[in-house]
């Protein structure tokens, strides 16, 4: 039985199966991109869902764990050297447990670099640009009566739409024929800005071809769709 008590989050989220990978998550576009990733390896592990409309990533036990208070973050039990590792920063997680799964992360180093690359790209690109036309379309942003900032964030979102799109060409997946992180990290975020955020127009999306395509292909895989929905909302 692992002991996790050197982590104060769990005293808050108990862990009912220490000897698993604790998720401790919400399905938000950053949030699945761990779901999905341990739906696909088959990694055990064990979800909690943070409420973050309760505010509780501010709460000292989920900052214990990530000190900047964002979901998700995870614990492994069996880290380096049996040794339990605290982590966060879904870009990190989807790295790390490509490694220890040994899967979706290609061994030719020249192949590996480019899949990281565009997990980046993800990271410091596509997250926080379609995150700010989530904003300033469907939420508290709709109120600002200065409508240049959605103006500049929508055009940016089709720009980098526009580089997924060709990236696509003649290719399934990012990485061509095999399906990496890069798309897992992808996945949630061009379906929410289309679906949840509800600006597909705003975006020209009907005018893609390769990203629906793309998107279709990805949401029709079964670990896919069990982790867009994990943790549970109850």
Known sequence: MSDLSAFPITERWPAQHPDRIQLY??????????????EETGLAYEPHLIDIGKNETWGPEF???NPNGKIPAIIDPNGPGG????????????????????KFLPADAIARYETIQWVFF???AIGPMFGQVGFFHKFA????????PLQRYVSESK????????????????MGADYTIADIAMLGWVRNLVGFYGAGE?????????????????LARPAVQRGLEIPNRG
């Open 25 to 38: 998550s919400l399905p938000t576009p950053n949030g699945v991109k761990v779901s999905i990733m341990l």
């Open 159 to 174: 720009r980098l739409l526009g580089v997924l799109e060709t990236r696509l060409e003649g290719r399934d997946w990012l």
């Open 122 to 124: 993800q990271m410091a």
């Open 202 to 218: 705003l975006v020209d999306y009907a005018n893609l071809k390769r990203v629906p395509a793309w998107l279709e292909r990805g």
């Open 83 to 102: 040794k339990p590792l605290g982590l966060f920063e879904s870009g990190a997680i989807l790295l790390y447990l490509a490694e220890k799964a040994g």
């Open 141 to 148: 942003g709709r109120e600002i009566e200065d409508k240049r």
């Open 63 to 65: 900052l214990s764990l």
